[in-house]
Structures are given as C-alpha cells and as structure tokens.
Nanobody, 121 residues
Framework: VQLQAPGGGLVQAGDPLRLSCTAS????????RGWFRQAPGKEREFVAA????????RYADSVKGRFTIARDNAKNTVYLQMNSLDPGDTAVYYC???????????????WGQGTQVTVSS
C-alpha cells in the first residue's frame, strides 16, 4: 500500500486547512486510515482515524471539535479537515493505514512521507 498526501502548508492561526491522503496498491488489506503528527522535539502523536468500511471515527482529545476525518471510498482517499488551527498544531502530519483504529503508531503498517503544516500566530 502506498500513501500519497500532497497537502500541508503555512496558514495563520484560526484558519482552516484540509489534508488529503490517497492510497494505492493492496488497499483492501487495510481496515483503518488516519493521521499522526510530530512536532519538533516531541513524540509522534495520534490525531484521528476512521474505519474504512464502518466509518467509525476516533480523535485525539486535543483536536476534538476542531478536526474532522472523512473518507471517500470511491477515490481511496481520506481527508482531515482542520479548523481553528493553533500554532500548537504545527507539525509534520503523517497519513497512515493499518488493521485497527488505535492510537498506537506501531499498529499502523503503512505510513505516508509526511507533510508539513505550519500555523503562524
């Protein structure tokens, strides 16, 4: 499975931004898709995930109410709509795919290259 996430960029605090991630290859082998992020000097942290068939979602407490994860099965694409962005959201965001909706990085077998999101104050 290959994951392509070309989004990201520089935005101001309070602005919205949408990330997308398209999967190719043996995508039928993955149950969950999602996003992690890693800020400089910090550990990689879970952001959100969605069950590819079920649509069940899970969010980190830090993004609940601001971020929304959604999927387009026909396009094999998952989206992360990020609203009310804060400088604390600045990080490299990684698209992931794996066998279960968990917050543990090691449970996701497939990772995209990462895209930088920078929120200026």
């Amino acid at each position: 499975v290959q994951l392509q996430a070309p989004g990201g960029g520089l935005v101001q605090a309070g602005d919205p931004l949408r990330l997308s991630c398209t999967a190719s290859g043996r995508t039928f082998s993955t149950y969950a898709r999602g996003w992690f992020r890693q800020a400089p000097g910090k550990e990689r942290e879970f952001v959100a995930a969605i069950g590819w068939s079920s649509g069940i979602t899970r969010y980190a407490d830090s993004v609940k109410g601001r971020f929304t994860i959604a999927r387009d099965n026909a396009k094999n694409t998952v989206y992360l709509q990020m609203n009310s962005l804060d400088p604390g959201d600045t990080a490299v965001y990684y698209c992931v795919a794996g066998g279960a909706i968990t917050v543990v990085p090691g449970t996701y077998k497939y990772w995209g290259q990462g895209t930088q999101v920078t929120v200026s104050s």
